[in-house]
């Protein structure tokens, strides 16, 4: 079966420019998430959507950042004008849900953003 | 914050050895999960230990938690090149966001 899948791999980007990364969930996964990882740390948790609904944002860094899922599948992470600091690698994970959220996420290889 | 602080930071070892590392967090926890990530890659889930758990197997890896020191361990027996890969730790609380420290890069030599 096929697991998380994250388009594009790399994304190069001008200061100011808007981008928009894409997450594919492994069928079936209810729960999505978003991640930011900067270069020799781990990562840091962005958005969790449940089917379409976001159900904590609490981690996006500005109101540049805008993540949704409309059909509880697909899942996109829009980034408007953006700044040098955001690049980065941008994970997306999915997960079944499970009681007191005991499951384990599948993560995605993730899209390298750089912004010149 | 829940975060999951692992140490050390590097480890280097000869294939065959055993590698450990530990993790450590500030809160109440609901379980322990342990990824690796092989570099340029995303995450792959290695095991999670339940809060009422105190030790688990699964293959070569051996993870403990003492939950009344806030701690983890993630034990990697007899070591080989392939194990070469940043290991985090990530603590898990209320609902379903997982927080990951700075992780410990292990580097095994052939």
């Known amino acids: 079966g096929a697991g998380v899948s994250q388009s594009p791999r790399y994304k190069v980007a001008k200061r100011g420019q808007d981008v928009a990364l894409r997450c594919d969930p492994i069928?079936?996964?209810?729960?999505l998430f978003w991640y930011q990882q900067a270069l020799g740390q781990g990562p840091e948790f962005l958005t969790y959507?449940?089917?379409?609904?976001?159900?904590?944002k609490s981690g996006l860094p500005s109101d540049r950042f805008f993540a949704e899922r409309p059909e509880g599948s697909v899942s996109t992470l829009k980034i408007q004008r953006t700044q040098q600091e955001d690049s980065a690698v941008y994970l997306c994970?999915?997960?079944?849900?499970?009681?007191?959220?005991?499951?384990?996420?599948?993560f995605g290889d993730g899209t390298r953003l750089s912004i010149l | 914050s829940q975060q999951g602080e692992e140490d050390p930071q590097a480890l280097s070892i000869q294939e065959g050895e055993n590698a450990t590392m530990n993790c450590s967090y500030k809160t109440s926890i609901n379980n322990l999960q342990w990824y690796r990530q092989n570099s340029g890659r995303g995450l792959v889930h290695l095991i999670l230990?339940?809060?009422?758990?105190r030790e688990k197997h699964s293959g070569r890896l051996r993870v403990t938690l003492d939950t009344s020191k806030k701690s983890s361990s993630l034990l990697i027996t007899a070591s080989r090149a392939a194990d070469t890969a940043s290991y985090f730790c990530a603590p898990q609380a209320a609902g379903n966001k997982l927080t990951f420290g700075g992780g410990t890069r292990v580097l095994v030599k052939p």
């Open positions: 994970a999915s997960s079944l849900p499970g009681a007191y959220s005991n499951q384990p996420q599948h």
């Open positions: 069928s079936g996964h209810v729960s």
């Open positions: 230990i339940r809060s009422n758990e």
């Open positions: 959507f449940q089917n379409e609904a976001q159900l904590d």
